[in-house]
T-cell receptor
Framework: NAGVTQTPKFQVLKTGQSMTLQCAQD?????MYWYRQDPGMGLRLIYY???????DKGEVPNGYNVSRLNKREFSLRLESAAPSQTSVYFC???????????FGDGTRLSIL | QKEVEQNSGPLSVPEGAIASLNCTYS??????FFWYRQYSGKSPELIMF????GDKEDGRFTAQLNKASQYVSLLIRDSQPSDSATYLC???????????FGTGTRLKVLA
């Protein structure tokens, strides 16, 4: 049971570089989410997609873009990475708002 | 602004004791309540959910919900050192797809 798969697991970037974090779920869930978690901090919502074809901003969207490629896949793009974006990024999915969210293993991103 | 609040801890309990973790929320319309466990360096893992007032038990874990007072709690009986982790409370506000996560309570079970 794969659940939610995130790639890559680790990445080091230089300031100004761009990259895309990938997320795929095999649970046929409608909604998908991107969070960041800084050391010793809680989860902060970056963007979410309530259903295929829709995306909305969360708490900290600046510097990020997302694409809901299809029902399974939801990607997060950093166009011009900044050291403040060094964090652990989690993707999550859920069937509907009264169901639990299921998380991927995370991507640990360092920006130098 | 919908909120979910937890004490950050650390909450230290001896092995074998009951650990009690609390969470308050602001949206009276919330219908579902979740507890996640997060080990250091790992992703959050769902351990309990509760939808109705009262208690829900699953093994050593009991979730308690009091909608009138707007709090949800998690009891861990016979605490083990392996229970040492951060516990996140999550409450989806009514009418939205955005979960609200508390900042988590760090639990330390002392052997």
């Amino acid at each position: 049971n794969a659940g939610v798969t995130q790639t890559p697991k680790f990445q080091v970037l230089k300031t100004g570089q761009s990259m895309t974090l990938q997320c795929a779920q095999d649970m046929n869930h409608n909604s998908m989410y991107w969070y960041r978690q800084d050391p010793g901090m809680g989860l902060r919502l970056i963007y979410y997609s309530a259903s295929e074809g829709t995306t909305d901003k969360g708490e900290v969207p600046n510097g990020y873009n997302v694409s809901r490629l299809n029902k399974r896949e939801f990607s997060l793009r950093l166009e011009s990475a900044a050291p403040s974006q060094t964090s652990v990024y989690f993707c999550a999915s859920m069937q509907d708002p009264n169901q639990p969210q299921h998380f991927g293993d995370g991507t640990r991103l360092s920006i130098l | 602004q919908k909120e979910v609040e937890q004490n950050s801890g650390p909450l230290s309990v001896p092995e074998g004791a009951i650990a009690s973790l609390n969470c308050t929320y602001s949206d009276r319309g919330s219908q579902s309540f979740f507890w996640y466990r997060q080990y250091s360096g790992k992703s959050p893992e769902l351990i309990m959910f509760i939808y109705s007032n009262g208690d829900k038990e699953d093994g050593r874990f009991t979730a308690q919900l009091n909608k009138a007072s707007q709090y949800v709690s998690l009891l861990i009986r016979d605490s083990q050192p392996s229970d040492s982790a951060t516990y996140l409370c999550a409450v989806p506000p009514s009418g939205t797809y955005k979960y609200i996560f508390g900042t988590g309570t760090r639990l330390k079970v002392l052997a």
